[in-house]
């Protein structure tokens, strides 16, 4: 209708009949209508505020021009009574839990009540019930109830006209994030329902849609700056625990302890939690993923890290078993990159894997498909199942320096026998046989060469793919010295403390410290890391690991794990 009623039957088309032969009106017929105006409408535009009527609002489309609203999963916890997420259950605790929803306002316009045989039902397609939950506000301007719905068991809600011009304030949560049965995708039906005739059941006359995106779990890379650093408690790493506060109070960022009672004896932070955010434009916060390894961290992240604007997320393999593979030291992001004229401007996610050709360990399906289901960080497979641990931070790390990456290479043992330093001891440090092992010994080990040598090819295959999916050149990437040994499962370890699996914190890198042969009063590895990295404007601190964490095949970066500031770029400005 052009125009709106103020009451019943007040609008009238007037329909004339004529003769054969023309002349005045023999005849003079009158049709009553009753207009009435009906718009679901939400924040189509992505502005923050939600406009009237916006054309484009029953499509989403991706891009700096794109139109549909965006909806976040209501995965914090704003009710300190309750055990779960907010999004669990259907209450609301406090309006601090509906500034996690996205409004959404029907408005109508017409007369004071809408003639016999007529209501409005709000509804949802079943496909969507454990998706979407949709809240509504009841007696807006005295004593407030906010009164769940839709959602779960309830696919439609019959809507109270209230006559006049009026506005209807509805409240939406996410549900359930992307994965590979959902698009991400909701939609939301207010219908204007007619029956005219009893016993004939109500049938649709006009249908408004609006559609919801559900926003995507993003990770955060190196380059973002540090918000809190996590490190675990146990008995035997108090001065790597040291070294780390030192760390993070060059950083100006804050250090969270997990002390024992929580970590029961698990030191491995990194491998337990990933953390990352959820961004729409009314609201953006921080969720943290869970991984299925459940070690001695397992209810960590529910009991320290989840609260108020903290949100968590998990995905549990049902029937698969869980390897390392599984641990988040095996889940990374890159930096954002431009590949042959396609940008990624939140980076790429990075998962380690086995051999294409065999049958190796991989990370679990259902992890891989929620990472790949998110759209807006492209994954891209590495190959670490070589490894004893199997993890991609073993042998890649990113520095914030634009499109900088950092490997490793062995070949920095060569140069050093040239130096007139063949017998000098390989490891820096006390502990047994370690003395009596040379650089001369290790290089004329023609057992210790043939397994580096493939080391550096399992790393060199890894670099090309790199280089490929990242659009990585020669010059972008940095290579730091490490040695591998083979296990008796024909998988490598690192001999000496791996350098590469560091903890960046914007310019302040802590890197374990390699004990590597001393020349001339300094460790040569920790000199030549020094000489690549400084000066490009990043701060070296070598911390101890070796007793609490490399020989347990960990360093650094497996036991810490930070959280970062978001990405100011706008994630509904990708076109995957």
Known sequence: MNKASTEANDNKVTVNYYGETGGPPIDQAGVFLTGIGISLDVDADRDGVVEK???????????????GAILLVNCDKDNPFISGLDCDDE????????RDMSRM?????GPQRLPAGYEMVLYIPMSDSDKVGVFYVENPFFGQRYIHVLGRRKLYHMVKYTGGSAELEFFVEGLHFPDDTFSGLVSINI?????LTEGIPRAPIFTDTVVFRVAPWIMTPNTLAPVNVFVCSVKDNYLFLKAVKSLVSKASCDLKVCFGYVNRGDRWMQDEIEFGYIHAPHKCFPVVLDSPRDGGL?????KEILGPD?????REPLFEAVTSLDSFGNLEVSPPVTVNGKAYPLGRILIGSSFPTSAGRRMTKVVREFLYAQQVQSPVELYSDWLTVGHVDEFVTFVPLPDKKVTYQVAIFQRLQGKGTSFKPLLGYSGADTKRVTINKVLSNEVMVQENQYVQRCIDWNRDILKKELGLTEKDIIDLPALF???????????????VNMIVLSQDLGIPKPFGPIIEGDCCLEAHVRSLLEPLGLMCSFIDDISSYHKMLGEVHCGTNVHRKPFSFKWWHVIP
């Open 53 to 67: 009527n916006n054309p484009r609002k029953g499509t989403w489309t991706w891009g700096p021009d794109g139109q």
């Open 91 to 98: 209450k609301i605790f406090s309006k601090e839990d509906l």
């Open 105 to 109: 306002v029907l408005r109508t316009e």
């Open 191 to 195: 219908s204007l329902l007619e029956s």
């Open 298 to 302: 397992k209810d960590f992240p529910i």
């Open 310 to 314: 903290f949100g968590y997320v998990t």
């Open 485 to 499: 040994k083979i296990d008796k499962m024909g998988k490598a370890m690192a001999y000496f403390p791996n350098m």
